[in-house]
């Protein structure tokens, strides 16, 4: 659980309802008329009130300049017109990344002088990861583009070539250079249209579309110091699945997530997540209530939440909106000319600070061709931020416990770094934060003491004094600034002590009228004073022991915390240990499975072979048949030439004995 500050439980629990807002409306708000025009373009008064926080974006009150949105002529090599980037400040420079041209995806670094307006291309090349491989940044769209100290950190998007889980990379703008984040944990499939926002050293991702069109509602977490990705799993009805919103973090304790597009439509609806309660909501809003728009950009100043452009698929807006965090209130402080980028498609907005005043800074976005086109609008201080400075953190020291300053400030940062799951409860955190805020009751006592002391000084010295002094001086008071009254009878004796002058010169009492009166109420009070101080003694006496049980308890609950975080330790590095299994019976499991499929296909083939031989076996034992009956066949005929021979051997036989005739000699 996230300790929160009153303002931010108040806001997170009291106002924030569930329950529909309307689909749209009309602002209450009438633009103002248009005064002149600069470069073709239509310029708009516009009156922007903005307050301020103690930890918020932007620290002073600011008022849109009269001029509206005005175009910057820029320098330098000027970047290819594009959209679906991102941007990012860092310093004096706007860095701009990726997006698409008319052609393709783009994978260049852009970087804005904001001084001089002037562009330069960041130099191209191979990068080695950690583990040493050569890496160069994919073209990309969709993605996210986040500050943080001398770097800027691209988060998703849609890459070419595309990837299977979110990537993170870092630019160092000193040195030029990408570097490839090696993270670990359950790291959240890849996605373009998301939004991330960052809390310290975590960032906070939150929707999108995957690689298959489907719109996604998860939130996760990414570490920045271990490298380690959490999913966050809240309660209550959260935003619908939904892509190309906008998000941004207020005091790093409140998430707001507000339109985007669904499978069928945009919207406008706007949702909170408390990260006390971990609990989303949906904020109510009474009034005018901004129509269904996907694709806007916002920029978070102080309490003020700017949003310009966006649409649906038929419309789109020109207006620049402003959410009021306190107040819950929308309002339109601005519109736009037809022909400003704030109305492209996929275009960039960032906030900036030159000099004494801040202002907002377009880039790119399609309408019909990609642009390379760069607007500011200018939001002025005003005095009155001081002012409201003063009154909020008045505010809040008086909602403490105590007269000096509150307890500190725990950002979702700070608290995430101590809890590896991300919560913690409320009163753990107001147990460990009670005693630095509040004033001790023996302050209190020693102030009743000094008190005392400064009243017994004053007597003496008035006493030393001589009775025409006194005379003289008979209503001296004492400085307010010396003793603080804590009661009604510390400023009765006050108001007594400056009418009194009772005074006593070398032994000798001097002649006053009432004094016995006035010294016996003296030592009625002094008297009840004493008692005072003994029922405070007794009160210190308590309030010490509770003070020392307190702290026994702090000792015990720190003691369970860190047995709790060395068995969470235990946990982790045993569900390492079980992934790592996991992943062995895995690859076991694959091998079987491949083993399997061998000896299947092998076991076909031969039961192919089998049925084969089989028919083989058949046509040969019918061969075999066949030819029995023609080597029987073949038998008859050669027994029957045998007895066929024996005949003609027998009559051979019974020719040879045959004695032939002799003939007579023919005689003619």
Same mark, same amino acid.
């Given at each position: 659980?996230?300790?929160?500050?009153?303002?931010?439980?108040? &806001?997170?629990?009291?106002?924030?309802?569930?329950?529909?807002?309307?689909? *749209?409306?009309?602002?209450?708000?009438?633009?103002?008329?248009?005064?002149?025009?600069?470069?073709?373009?239509?310029?708009?008064?516009?009156?922007?009130?903005?307050? #301020?926080?103690?930890?918020?974006?932007?620290?002073?009150?600011?008022?849109?300049?009269?001029?509206?949105?005005?175009? /910057?002529?820029?320098?330098?090599?000027?970047?290819?017109?594009?959209?679906?980037?991102?941007?990012?400040?860092?310093?004096?420079?706007?860095?701009?990344?990726?997006?698409?041209? *008319?052609?393709?995806?783009?994978?260049?670094?852009?970087?804005?002088?904001?001084?001089?307006?002037?562009?330069?291309?960041?130099?191209?090349?191979?990068?080695?990861?950690?583990?040493?491989?050569?890496?160069? /940044?994919?073209?990309?769209?969709?993605?996210?583009?986040?500050?943080?100290?001398?770097?800027?950190?691209?988060?998703?998007?849609?890459?070419?070539?595309?990837?299977?889980?979110?990537?993170?990379?870092?630019?160092?703008?000193?040195?030029?250079?990408?570097?490839?984040?090696?993270?670990?944990?359950?790291?959240?499939?890849?996605?373009?249209?998301?939004?991330?926002?960052?809390?310290?050293?975590?960032?906070?991702?939150?929707?999108?579309?995957?690689?298959?069109?489907?719109?996604?509602?998860?939130?996760?977490?990414?570490?920045?110091?271990?490298?380690?990705?959490?999913?966050?799993?809240?309660?209550?009805?959260?935003?619908?699945?939904?892509?190309?919103?906008?998000?941004?973090?207020?005091?790093?304790?409140?998430?707001?997530?507000?339109?985007?597009?669904?499978?069928?439509?945009?919207?406008?609806?706007?949702?909170?997540?408390?990260?006390?309660?971990?609990?989303?909501?949906?904020?109510?809003?009474?009034?005018?209530?901004?129509?269904?728009?996907?694709?806007?950009?916002? +920029?978070?100043?102080?309490?003020?939440?700017?949003?310009?452009?966006?649409?649906?698929?038929?419309?789109?807006?020109?207006?620049?909106?402003?959410?009021?965090?306190?107040?819950?209130?929308?309002?339109?402080?601005?519109?736009?000319?037809?022909?400003?980028?704030?109305?492209?498609?996929?275009?960039?907005?960032?906030?900036?600070?030159?000099?004494?005043?801040?202002?907002?800074?377009?880039?790119?976005?399609?309408?019909?061709?990609?642009?390379?086109?760069?607007?500011?609008?200018?939001?002025?201080?005003?005095?009155?931020?001081?002012?409201?400075?003063?009154?909020?953190?008045?505010?809040?020291?008086?909602?403490?416990?105590?007269?000096?300053?509150?307890?500190?400030?725990?950002?979702?940062?700070?608290?995430?770094?101590?809890?590896?799951?991300?919560?913690?409860?409320?009163?753990?955190?107001?147990?460990?934060?009670?005693?630095?805020?509040?004033?001790?009751?023996?302050?209190?006592?020693? @102030?009743?003491?000094?008190?005392?002391?400064?009243?017994?000084?004053?007597?003496?010295?008035?006493?030393?004094?001589?009775?025409?002094?006194?005379?003289?001086?008979?209503?001296?008071?004492?400085?307010?600034?010396?003793?603080?009254?804590?009661?009604?009878?510390?400023?009765?004796?006050?108001?007594?002590?400056?009418?009194?002058?009772?005074?006593?010169?070398?032994?000798?009492?001097?002649?006053?009228? *009432?004094?016995?009166? /006035?010294?016996?109420?003296?030592?009625?009070?002094?008297?009840?004073?004493?008692?005072?101080?003994?029922?405070?003694?007794?009160?210190?006496?308590?309030?010490?022991?509770?003070?020392?049980?307190?702290?026994?308890?702090?000792?015990?609950?720190?003691?369970?915390?860190?047995?709790?975080?060395?068995?969470?330790?235990?946990?982790?590095? @045993?569900?390492?240990?079980?992934?790592?299994?996991? +992943?062995?019976?895995?690859?076991?499991?694959?091998?079987?499975? #491949? &083993?399997?499929?061998?000896?299947?296909?092998?076991?076909?083939?031969?039961?192919?072979?089998?049925?084969?031989?089989?028919?083989?076996?058949?046509?040969?034992?019918?061969?075999?048949?066949?030819?029995?009956?023609?080597?029987?066949?073949?038998?008859?005929?050669? $027994?029957?030439?045998?007895?066929?021979? $024996?005949? &003609?051997?027998?009559?051979?036989?019974?020719?040879?004995?045959?004695?032939?005739?002799?003939?007579?000699? $023919?005689?003619?």
């Amino acid at each position: 659980m996230f300790p929160f500050s009153r303002r931010g439980k108040k &806001l997170g629990r009291v106002k924030v309802q569930l329950s529909d807002s309307p689909q *749209g409306g009309r602002s209450p708000i009438r633009h103002p008329k248009r005064a002149n025009k600069s470069k073709g373009d239509n310029v708009t008064t516009v009156t922007v009130i903005n307050g #301020s926080d103690d930890n918020s974006h932007c620290s002073s009150t600011a008022t849109g300049n009269s001029e509206g949105w005005r175009k /910057i002529s820029t320098s330098g090599d000027k970047p290819t017109p594009r959209f679906n980037h991102a941007s990012a400040v860092i310093g004096k420079k706007m860095i701009v990344v990726g997006g698409e041209s *008319g052609k393709g995806l783009l994978e260049d670094v852009q970087v804005l002088n904001l001084e001089n307006y002037s562009w330069t291309t960041a130099s191209s090349r191979l990068y080695l990861s950690p583990s040493s491989l050569q890496l160069k /940044i994919p073209a990309c769209k969709g993605h996210c583009l986040v500050p943080w100290e001398k770097k800027v950190l691209l988060v998703g998007g849609r890459t070419s070539p595309p990837s299977d889980r979110v990537s993170v990379w870092a630019f160092d703008v000193g040195t030029e250079s990408w570097s490839l984040v090696e993270a670990k944990g359950d790291i959240p499939i890849a996605r373009s249209g998301h939004t991330v926002v960052r809390a310290g050293s975590k960032l906070i991702l939150f929707g999108g579309e995957d690689n298959k069109r489907r719109k996604l509602n998860d939130l996760h977490m990414f570490d920045l110091k271990s490298l380690t990705w959490l999913p966050l799993h809240c309660k209550g009805a959260g935003p619908s699945a939904r892509c190309n919103h906008v998000a941004t973090l207020y005091d790093d304790k409140l998430l707001l997530v507000f339109g985007g597009t669904s499978k069928s439509k945009s919207l406008n609806d706007l949702f909170s997540l408390d990260f006390e309660t971990m609990m989303w909501s949906r904020i109510k809003i009474h009034g005018f209530h901004p129509s269904p728009r996907a694709g806007c950009c916002g +920029v978070l100043c102080g309490t003020k939440w700017y949003i310009a452009g966006g649409g649906s698929r038929k419309k789109r807006y020109s207006e620049i909106l402003i959410f009021d965090i306190l107040k819950l209130e929308w309002s339109v402080v601005h519109t736009s000319s037809q022909h400003s980028i704030t109305t492209n498609k996929g275009f960039s907005l960032v906030l900036s600070q030159k000099k004494d005043a801040e202002y907002l800074v377009a880039f790119g976005g399609l309408k019909k061709e990609p642009s390379d086109q760069v607007e500011i609008l200018i939001l002025e201080k005003n005095e009155s931020s001081t002012s409201r400075r003063i009154t909020l953190t008045s505010k809040k020291c008086s909602s403490s416990t105590g007269p000096t300053s509150g307890p500190e400030k725990q950002s979702l940062a700070s608290v995430m770094e101590h809890h590896g799951s991300g919560r913690k409860s409320l009163s753990e955190s107001l147990l460990m934060d009670s005693n630095p805020g509040n004033v001790s009751l023996r302050k209190e006592h020693a @102030d009743d003491d000094v008190a005392l002391k400064l009243a017994r000084n004053l007597e003496d010295e008035r006493s030393s004094l001589p009775m025409e002094q006194t005379k003289k001086h008979p209503t001296t008071q004492e400085s307010p600034s010396m003793v603080e009254p804590e009661n009604t009878e510390k400023d009765e004796k006050q108001k007594n002590d400056d009418t009194v002058a009772f005074q006593e010169t070398n032994g000798k009492s001097g002649s006053f009228p *009432g004094s016995s009166s /006035i010294y016996q109420s003296y030592e009625k009070k002094m008297s009840a004073l004493i008692r005072k101080k003994g029922i405070l003694e007794g009160q210190l006496a308590a309030a010490l022991a509770g003070r020392e049980a307190a702290e026994k308890n702090i000792s015990s609950v720190v003691k369970s915390r860190q047995e709790a975080e060395k068995r969470l330790n235990d946990t982790l590095k @045993d569900m390492e240990m079980m992934k790592e299994k996991l +992943v062995l019976v895995e690859m076991a499991q694959e091998e079987a499975n #491949s &083993l399997s499929n061998v000896v299947h296909s092998d076991h076909v083939k031969l039961e192919h072979d089998v049925a084969f031989l089989k028919a083989v076996l058949d046509d040969t034992q019918k061969e075999l048949q066949s030819t029995r009956g023609v080597l029987s066949g073949e038998r008859a005929r050669a $027994f029957q030439l045998q007895v066929e021979v $024996f005949h &003609l051997k027998q009559r051979l036989q019974s020719m040879e004995n045959r004695t032939p005739t002799p003939r007579k000699p $023919f005689l003619g």
